[in-house]
């Protein structure tokens, strides 16, 4: 493997801005890794040809630079659209939809200077912390390749671990920017609710679960990359101003830290995960932070039964289009069709009543953070499962009653839009990784970097590789 590519995405920037690396350097680096490894892992997908690629760098070397991104190869969320580039969203029906141009986060992204090499791989739809879709199949786990990747970037994650990528997107709704991350041994961000615009097609006002954000190897590359893909788009409401780029060397002593582990007992959590957890976190304490135990601060059944019902209405929602076309309700994932009947069937006081308890959990958790500057939860509740198994059946002998119990550890954040970090939180037993979500107050992201970047400076795994490099 090329030694350029073990650099982070800000210090290839650094190299690329100074001539001493070219971005033809870079991309042919670049290709020669996905050649040699994306073909057992199934991460990146819709690949542009290699020597087209190749002239756009030149093109890079011979143009005065966009923006930190420029000549950096990256490959974008199936979920997204990038001109040029099918937007399959793991289903067939839309397998050859070409997107005729860029969404608005893909065209920041573009205009920074960053060369789109492919589409990193999604579940159909995005539904689901686990990679797998009948348009290009499932993507391994690098660690174990008879493993889940986790989701729904998990294409996105495996990239980034093994080198094919420096800097990624992806999105959020239920884990899926944190999940892979986790299992992936790399850092996943979801920012606060509003900082990153979707897209105008459709309602701009109601449904505020799902969010785009970065994943990167550091925190400083997710620091960069969400200042890129921040700011408000003026067509739709709810916007935040642009993430600042900031110093990430404060000093972290005195900060409080509450764990909350599995709330209470209300989570099953596979064999060995939940004490990993709280080990991990406890290495806060050599920065000089005050780490807490914390009992459950809300009943975790109101927060679930809030979660499904204003996730299935909202899944319902962007569903609706596909499902009115004769024939594509029979040709997809069940659980598709799950969520969109649910959705369907609501009334509107049933949202009503979901979203007050959302409004009400709000609040609790915004009283939290009076006393505590973050709360911290494991990232998922299982490690990395087989990946033939469409989801967890069981934990620790409780049946999951749908297909994505096994991730209810992400709910309290996603929610009501709170800003989080998924920390790398090293390996288990068997040798596979997890993370650790790292939380906080709405529109506290700086704040959760600086924590994360004092995370890092501790870890004594960051540069562990995985079989396949």
């Known amino acids: ?37 994306n073909p057992c892992l199934n991460a990146i997908v819709s690949m542009a040809d290699p020597d087209a690629l190749l002239a756009a760098a030149r093109m890079a070397d011979a143009t005065p630079r966009k923006g930190w991104l420029h000549g950096i190869p990256m490959a974008i969320k199936d979920l997204a659209d990038a001109a040029g580039f099918a937007t399959t969203r793991g289903t067939p029906f839309h397998a050859g939809s070409i997107a ?14 960053a060369i789109f090499v492919g ?23 690098p660690y174990d390749r008879s493993r889940s990747a986790g989701g729904s970037s998990g294409g996105a994650a495996v990239a980034l671990t093994t080198r094919m990528l420096a800097v990624a997107d992806g999105s959020d709704m239920m884990g899926s920017l944190r999940n892979p991350a986790g299992w992936n041994n790399v850092y996943g961000m979801r920012p606060s609710w509003g900082l ?3 897209e105008r097609d459709g309602d701009t006002f109601l449904h505020q679960l799902a969010t785009l954000g970065p994943l990167a190897r550091t925190p400083r590359d997710l620091a960069a990359l969400l200042a890129t893909q921040s700011g408000p788009d003026h067509l739709q409401p709810h ?12 000093d972290l002593r005195g900060k409080r830290i509450g764990w909350l582990g599995n709330w209470g007992g209300a989570w099953p959590m596979d064999d060995g995960l939940l004490e990993a957890g709280a080990a ?46 004769p024939g594509v309700p029979e040709t997809i994932k069940p659980e598709a069709i799950w969520e969109y009947e649910r959705g369907m069937a609501m009334s509107a006081m049933e949202v009503h009543r979901a979203s007050v308890i959302r409004s009400k959990w709000f609040a609790t958790a915004t009283a939290l953070f009076d006393t505590y500057d973050a709360l911290v939860l494991p990232s998922a509740q299982v490690w990395p499962f087989p ?33 989080c970090v998924c920390l790398p939180a090293g390996f288990g037993p068997t040798g596979l990784p997890h993370g650790l979500q790292l939380l906080g107050p709405h529109q506290s992201d700086g704040a959760l970097l600086q924590l994360a970047q004092g995370w890092e400076s501790l870890r004594s795994d960051a540069d562990r590789r995985p079989p396949v490099v």
């Open 280 to 325: 991990a976190i406890c290495h806060l304490t050599d920065l000089g932070c005050f780490v807490e135990d914390l009992p459950p601060p809300f009943p975790a059944d109101a927060l679930w039964d809030s979660w499904i019902t204003l996730r299935s209405w909202s899944v319902a929602a962007s569903l609706a289009a596909d499902m009115a076309v």
């Open 1 to 37: 493997m090329s030694d350029l590519l073990e650099n982070d995405a800000t210090a290839l920037s650094e190299l690329l801005s100074t001539g001493q690396v070219s971005a033809t350097e870079l991309m042919s680096a670049t290709l020669d890794r996905i050649a040699a490894v």
């Open 119 to 141: 589409k990193t791989n999604t579940p159909e739809f995005g539904l689901g912390s686990h990679t797998f879709n009948p348009v290009f199949g499932p993507t391994l786990n």
């Open 100 to 113: 005729a141009a860029d969404d608005t986060m893909v065209a920041r992204l573009r205009a920074a200077g």
């Open 387 to 419: 990946v033939e198994w469409r989801w967890p059946q069981t934990i620790g002998g409780m049946t999951m009653d749908t297909y994505h119990r096994w991730m209810e550890v992400v709910v309290p954040v996603s929610l009501i839009g709170l800003p």
């Open 239 to 250: 916007g935040l101003p642009a993430f600042a780029p900031l110093s990430l060397g404060t």
């Open 196 to 198: 990153i615009p979707g």
